[in-house]
T-cell receptor, first 112, second 115 residues
């Protein structure tokens, strides 16, 4: 069975600093990987996804993630964060079925 | 992409009552799901809503407590029955869009408080 581990429950960072949110997954088969963002009092929205091809995936709002098969990781990065990036971020994995497994979430808190 | 709306957006209910949450998608989706998200936690899948047949429930969730309907490809309801304070949570509707394999779209959620 697949699983997703988000290594940090909270990440505080100053505005304009770089940030990395870590995600590791476990699966014995090929995976599709996703990052979702949830702003306060809203539902989740897709940031980016890896289905196949280039391992570096660019998403909305300047975020990018790199799929590393050997390390079973899919870390999310942004070179310079804004106050408006404060949100909960969820890593998710799907192995081709209809169910997606979500990580526990990482709360990104951007400080002025 | 698909836009998903939910009603109500929030409610405060008394113990022992039931609440039905509606989920409407603006386009046809292959699958629809209902999740529960308790404060500060990740999403827990309650069930997969199947069109025209009984929903498929995850371990720990039963039809008597969370009856689900999906009469067509764009609409589903979740009822939280005989509520207790432990049911206080955010309930999220989600769907996978046709042609966008495995990407899920989410509604804004229904914030339920049970007194």
């Amino acid at each position: 069975a697949q699983s997703v581990t988000q290594l940090d429950s909270q990440v505080p960072v100053f505005e304009e600093a770089p940030v990395e949110l870590r995600c590791n997954y476990s699966s014995s088969v090929s995976v599709y990987l996703f990052w979702y963002v949830q702003y306060p009092n809203q539902g989740l929205q897709l940031l980016l996804k890896y289905l196949s091809g280039s391992t570096l995936v660019k998403g909305i709002n300047g975020f990018e993630a790199e799929f590393n098969k050997s390390q079973t990781s899919f870390h999310l990065r942004k070179p310079s964060v804004h106050i408006s990036d404060t949100a909960e971020y969820f890593c998710a994995v799907n192995t081709g079925g209809f169910k997606t497994i979500f990580g526990a979430g990482t709360r990104l808190f951007v400080k002025a | 992409s698909a836009v998903i709306s939910q009603k109500p957006s929030r409610d405060i209910c008394q113990r022992g009552t039931s609440l039905t949450i509606q989920c409407q998608v603006d386009s046809q989706v292959t699958m629809m799901f209902w999740y529960r998200q308790q404060p500060g936690q990740s999403l827990t899948l309650i069930a997969t809503a199947n069109q025209g047949s009984e929903a498929t429930y995850e371990s720990g969730f039963v039809i008597d407590k969370f009856p689900i309907s999906r009469p067509n490809l764009t609409f589903s309801t979740l009822t939280v029955s005989n509520m207790s304070p432990e049911d206080s949570s955010i309930y999220l509707c989600s769907g996978t869009g046709q042609g966008v394999y495995n990407e899920q779209f989410f509604g804004p959620g229904t914030r339920l408080t049970v007194l």
